[in-house]
């Protein structure tokens, strides 16, 4: 075989995923295959697969969508809150020699507010690898955050157990505020990043489950659609313009 190609199989074991995994990605469009034949065998080009394990978003969603759980590398695994706090305020002053004061603290605070939240509501209780990924590109203007931990569902069926489904918990977290403590008014976090991203030039992709809501400046509209994967706990993508 050409060695610039590789067969199905082989590509898995690169990546880490099941044969049957890349076959749901090829059909989503995720990551695709070609045949040589309309009807043959599908094959990855070796650079296309290199580029994948090389890329951040795609080893995330490789991370939470695993059935077999794993740390991430170290130098994007926060396995406490006190490691995630210490690097995102190393990403708070990175940032701010980049684009205006007041913008940095905004991005901050909502990267913030999400990783917080994993540890808040997964706390004594994580399923099998505690704490958070946390990656970010000034250059490609990128935060990944993502976590294995109970998911939005699980977290909000314990004070609203009417909860059906996924896209219903994860409207529910960006759109009313929950307590189980009254006179508490808790549950503010995800509505506080709602509004920055509504008024700034900020695009959100947050999934939990087989969810995922979609956010863009000027647009508080909730655009929740089923995912093409469902994954583990939640996987935000936070892009920010201030151009």
Not at 53 to 60: E, T, Y
Not at 116 to 137: A, K, Q, R, T
Not at 206 to 221: H, P, R, V, W, Y
Request: charged share 25%; glycine share 6%; net charge neutral.
């Amino acid at each position: 075989m050409n060695k610039k190609l590789l067969s199905i199989g082989e590509t898995a074991d690169i990546i880490g995923v099941s044969v049957d995994t890349l076959r749901r990605w090829d059909k989503s469009g995720r990551f695709s295959a070609f045949r040589v034949s309309p009807t043959g065998n599908r094959y990855y080009r070796r650079q296309d697969v290199e580029l994948f394990v090389k890329n951040p978003v795609a080893l995330v969603t490789h991370w939470v969508s695993n059935s077999n759980p794993f740390e991430p590398d170290d130098k994007h695994y926060c396995q406490t809150r006190d490691v995630f706090q210490a690097r995102l305020e190393h990403f708070r002053d990175e940032l701010v020699e980049t684009v205006d004061g007041d913008f940095s603290s905004l991005v901050t605070a909502i990267a913030g507010e999400i990783g917080n939240n994993s540890f808040d509501h997964n706390l004594g209780n994580w399923p099998d690898i505690l704490g958070v990924y946390f990656s970010y590109s000034l250059t490609e203007k990128r935060i990944v955050l993502a976590d294995r931990g109970l998911g939005v569902l699980s977290t909000l069926k314990r004070v609203r157990p009417e909860l059906a489904n996924h896209i219903e918990a994860l409207r529910v977290a960006f759109t009313e505020t929950i307590s189980s403590r009254a006179p508490e008014s808790r549950g503010n976090g995800l509505k506080f990043v709602r509004n920055v991203v509504a008024s700034h030039p900020i695009n959100l992709s947050f999934q939990t489950g087989d969810a995922i809501l979609i956010m863009k400046k000027e647009n508080s509209d909730i655009d929740i659609n089923i995912a093409d994967e469902p994954i583990r706990g939640c996987l935000v993508i936070i892009r920010f313009n201030n151009i």
